[in-house]
């Protein structure tokens, strides 16, 4: 039976970890994790979540992007598993735009990412995927590469200045109409 796993909080360990290849993707036991990863993901209304958040240092993340009230032009997209993957290339052009986390409730920041990437990434049936995200996407997969490598959204702000607390952040949304 899946479960909803436990989402873990910036200062665990295992947040700051660098998250470790995966070695047995054909299993009963990982396609059982990857299951319930993203229904922990579904459940707590996140765009993706990674392995990390839920206290297991694998280099597994999902990627479940749908409108919602905080991110409403986000595009509609069927979750996704992505597992060992690369970024292999980038664009110079960044854009900086607002990010929040699982792992940092109440958080938000405005965060500067490359605007385009190509990827490559094992799917849960251990095929090669290779892909180029833009724009939103493209901002998701790094949000959750960075948890693989032990990193959060704030540690790419340009400034402490462009983190805002969840209430302000909805007053400057609400503002911008």
């Known amino acids: 039976m899946e479960k909803i796993l436990p989402i873990a909080q910036l200062g665990a ?6 998250a470790e290849p995966v070695t047995d993707l054909g299993s009963k036991e990982t396609q ?3 299951d319930e990863l993203m229904l922990t993901c579904d459940k707590a209304k996140g765009m993706g979540i990674s392995a990390p958040q839920v206290y297991r240092s694998e280099r597994i993340f999902i990627m479940s992007s749908r409108p919602n009230e905080r991110y ?3 595009p509609k997209m069927e979750p996704i598993a992505v597992i060992d993957p690369e970024v292999i290339w980038h664009s110079q052009a960044m854009e900086k735009d607002w990010e929040g986390c699982l792992s940092l409730p109440g958080v938000r920041a ?7 990437i190509d990827v490559s990434y094992l799917s849960r049936e251990g095929e090669r995927v290779e892909a180029q995200y833009e724009g939103f996407l493209a901002r998701l997969f790094q949000h959750e590469y960075d948890h693989l ?29």
């Open 13 to 18: 360990p295992v947040i700051r970890a660098i």
């Open 32 to 34: 059982r994790f990857i």
């Open 72 to 74: 409403p032009h986000a």
């Open 110 to 116: 405005l965060v500067p990412r490359y605007s385009v």
């Open 149 to 177: 490598d032990g990193k959060v959204f704030i540690d790419r702000v340009e400034s402490t200045l462009d983190i805002v607390m969840e209430k302000e952040f909805q007053r400057i949304i609400a503002e911008r109409g």
